[in-house]
């Protein structure tokens, strides 16, 4: 992929610049300093930039906020009191909070599983984002699953402080050693109009390991970027699920590699856009190993002047024979205003492989709505519930019941608040 | 009763229902037969309240209230069903889950508590087992890889569990064979009531072997061009419509 080099740095850039060159001491490090270099080669993408082209970041991110420092003890005691009332989905659960990890907010790891506050720096990226993401990123975690490990749930919770208007960087990395298995919920709860939010979450399996991933965007900052970077070793096996519910301009952008013979990604979401909001989901899976197998399966619904985005790239290398691969966008429009931007693609250098993807874009079914209503359901309560039906086929990706059921009881919220804005 | 009165109405400017007056009286079971192309299944969508039709002249009344100006869930609540030719499936949604949500909508409409959720079962379990619908089918989503004579009886169960005033059958014998039918026909006849009138719509006279009218109405061209009793079903089965399509004129 080719970036182009964006016109001289704008004031956002410098600010970013600043902010970089004001990084403590101890945590500068050479890996940082080249992805910083990345990121300025490049610069904040804008729709020149092909994998941004329906998220402008150089205009959405045109006054970058102060970085969130460390929470002091005031923060994470009220925290604490947040957390206490959030329910739980999983058995573990970790606390980053304003993007730092806080012991003393966190259960500890199950067996099996070691953390460690800091992450290591990850190899340099090729989207700038991601670059400024690693350059600037002080606070997150790290966990490995040890080899053999048997499932473990675990949530980490992506808490915003009370008073965090700000810009915030973090970084989780997890790694499964060979046929561990890991189920991790990423929540992102508590930011507000005033919140920047740039995290991003690497994904390492050994062979044979197997991951179930779903990230839950149910808070309303404006802005959340969100990277995904996952590495699959053969026979190793993940699943990733999104639910984009708040923020005006969420962006999540997951990079994935099948480096091993025999692995499997399956990646699906729902994005639920209302207002004047935004939800990108881009996606490149790469397949540089052969008996590859890959599904997307993303939707969308958009009501009032929002905009739904996927993009989504399959690339099967030469050699990557007997790739079986499948990518389906579908979008329903609630409002002659509403916008979806679909763009499957797939590369393909290999001869023997199957991949084919699809994407559709619709209003709700006119015929669906008048049987429902024939029976006396009223016009909202018919098109919620087909909504929700719509939303429950793509949260249907999602195994776990318990946490599929979260995931649907927050479509539920999105799709009552919209019907009483609707009202009002 | 219903009282449709010099209806007309089209649909993308093209006008199907052409001045048509029809009674029916409460109690009263009313066959109306007709050619392809008649207007029948739009004389009962427009009953029903589907959008996509312009009612450009006429009224249609419920015990004397104005039907057009209703809403279709106002209609519904009312006391309206319409039998679906073809019923709509809707993927996701359980039937169970739809079933309740529609009887409790009417209920809320006309100012009745929600049905208690053992009540309910137990209505839906009554209904379903005269019917000979499976459990199992009530689990899947609403009409959704249901056979022709399985939508059709889930219809029927629909029309049991809602209780209408005025039940509008749009072929419901259409795509079934004769033992479908006659749990279908079954079910309509044992909702036959003194309190409630049904619209039976059929292209042939094999339906009211198995549900029999009180009335017979023709309908070409978009309007009633002849009534009689049930005798005038067996005529049109003998002579087909082709007296009735010719001689519009003098109805």
């Known amino acids: 992929m080719t970036a182009q080099r964006a016109p001289a740095s704008n004031a956002a850039e410098l600010v970013l610049a600043e902010q970089f060159r004001a990084l403590p001491r101890e945590v500068a490090s050479p890996a940082r300093a080249a992805a910083f270099r990345r990121f300025e080669e490049a610069g904040l993408p804008n729709r020149r930039v092909e994998a941004w082209h329906y998220t402008d970041l150089r205009a959405a991110l045109a006054a970058p906020a102060a970085t969130l420092g460390a929470p002091d003890a005031a923060a994470i005691a009220e925290a604490r009191k947040r957390l206490a009332v959030l329910e739980r989905l999983a058995a573990t659960r970790l606390v980053l909070l304003d993007g730092y990890f806080i012991a003393a907010l966190s259960d500890p790891p199950p067996a099996g599983v070691a953390l460690a506050p800091t992450p290591p720096l990850a190899p340099p990226a090729s989207d700038p984002v991601l670059a400024l993401n690693v350059a600037l990123a002080q606070g997150g975690l790290a966990a490995t699953f040890a080899t053999q490990t048997a499932a473990k749930a ?271 | 009763m219903l009282e449709v009165k010099n209806l007309s109405a089209s649909v993308n400017g093209q006008p199907i229902l052409d001045g048509l007056s029809l009674t029916v009286r409460t109690g009263e079971v009313a066959a109306i037969m007709g050619p392809n192309g008649s207007g029948k299944s739009t004389l009962s969508y427009i009953i029903a309240g589907k959008p996509d039709y312009e009612v450009t002249s006429g009224e249609i009344l419920l015990d004397g209230e104005d039907l057009l100006a209703l809403a279709p869930e106002a209609r519904a609540a009312k006391g309206v069903f319409l039998a679906f030719q073809y019923p709509i499936e809707i993927p996701g949604v359980a039937t169970m889950t739809f079933l309740k949500a529609a009887l409790n909508a009417q209920r809320r409409a006309r100012g009745e508590a929600d049905l208690t959720t053992p009540d309910f079962r137990r209505a839906v379990r009554g209904a379903a087992q005269s019917l000979k619908i499976e459990e199992e089918m009530l689990r899947r989503p609403l009409n959704v890889g249901f056979s022709g004579g399985e939508k059709k009886r889930m219809e029927v169960l629909q029309m049991a569990l809602l209780s209408p005033q005025l039940c509008v059958l749009d072929e419901t014998d259409s795509g079934l064979d004769i033992d479908a039918l006659r749990v279908v026909a079954d079910g309509v006849n044992a909702l036959r009531d003194p309190a409630r009138s049904f619209v039976v719509i059929t292209h042939y006279q094999r339906l009211l072997e198995h549900i029999q009218p009180d009335v017979v109405h023709v309908m070409a061209r978009g309007r009633i061009v002849a009534s009689g009793g049930p005798e005038l079903a067996l005529e049109l089965e003998r002579n087909g419509y082709r007296d009735y399509a010719n001689a519009n004129a003098a109805a």
């Not at chain 1, 590699?257 to 979401?269: C, D, H, N, Q």
């Not at chain 1, 087909?386 to 776990?400: Q, S």
């Open chain 1, 154 to 424: 675990i949530e980490i919770v992506h808490l915003v402080s009370a008073e965090g208007a700000g810009a915030i960087y973090s970084r989780v990395a997890l790694t499964l050693e060979a046929n561990a298995q890991a189920s991790v919920v990423e929540r992102f709860v508590g930011a507000g109009a005033a919140t920047q939010r740039q995290v991003s979450t690497w994904f390492d399996l050994a062979p044979g390991a197997q991951a179930t991933h779903v990230a839950l965007i149910e808070d309303a900052p404006a802005l959340h970027v969100e990277s995904q970077v996952v590495r699959l070793a053969e026979r190793a096996a993940f699943d990733g699920f999104g639910l984009v519910a708040g923020g005006a301009l969420a962006r999540r952008q997951i990079f994935a590699t099948l480096e091993g013979v025999r692995g499997r990604v399956g990646f699906s979401g729902l994005g639920l856009v209302d207002g004047l909001r935004q939800a990108d989901t881009t996606l490149e899976v790469v397949h540089a190993a052969p008996h590859g197998q890959s599904r997307e399966f993303f939707r969308h619904i958009v009501a009032d002047e929002g905009t739904g985005v996927f993009q989504g790239k399959v690339i099967v290398k030469p050699g990557a024979q007997k790739t079986d691969g499948g990518m389906k966008s579908q979008a329903i429009l609630l409002s002659p205003h509403a916008t979806m931007d679909a763009k499957p693609e797939l590369e393909i250098f290999a001869d023997d492989v199957v991949c084919g993807h699809g994407a559709t874009v619709g209003a709700l079914d006119a015929q669906q709505l008048f049987y429902l209503r024939s029976r006396g359901l009223p016009e909202a309560e018919a098109e919620a519930m087909l909504l929700e039906a719509f939303a429950a086929e793509a949260i249907g990706r999602v195994a776990d019941p318990a946490l599929a059921e979260a995931l649907l009881s927050a479509t539920r919220v999105w799709l009552a608040a919209r019907g009483q804005g609707r009202r009002m």
